[in-house]
Nanobody, 125 residues
Framework: EVQLVESGGGLVQAGGSLRLSCAAS????????IGWLRQAPGKEREGVSC????????WYSDSVKGRFTISCDNAKNTVYLQMNSLKSEDTAVYYC??????????????????WGKGTLVTVSS
């Protein structure tokens, strides 16, 4: 059974940091792009960041660029999202997802092969 299990969410003050983890089981990252999306209350799910298992290339949304860093430990089949300088607008449920490469032009909620159940990040101002 394929599973993506997120952890590391919680409550943090604005300006603080959190590190999210996503552990995969039932498949390996080889040939997939893996990453994070988020959904804030009342808003659509949006791409945050992803990393390619093929060449290690990364992508960040403009809203998190320079503050968030994605990384991957293939040996542990785990992807991480280090989130620094958090803002209240980062409050959302963060989902881990994976899609088989090549997958098209943008990292978004459509077409993912696997999803985690999400972890809540709340940033207080």
């Amino acid at each position: 059974e394929v599973q993506l299990v997120e952890s590391g969410g919680g409550l943090v003050q604005a300006g603080g940091s959190l590190r999210l983890s996503c552990a995969a089981s039932g498949f390996t990252f080889d040939g997939y792009t893996i990453g994070w999306l988020r959904q804030a209350p009342g808003k659509e799910r949006e791409g945050v960041s992803c990393i390619s298992s093929s060449d290690g290339s990364t992508w960040y949304s403009d809203s998190v660029k320079g503050r968030f860093t994605i990384s991957c430990d293939n040996a542990k089949n785990t992807v991480y999202l280090q989130m620094n300088s958090l803002k209240s607008e980062d409050t959302a449920v963060y989902y881990c997802a994976a899609i088989l490469e090549p997958y098209g032009s943008s990292w978004g909620p459509d077409g993912m092969d696997y999803w985690g159940k999400g972890t809540l990040v709340t940033v207080s101002s």
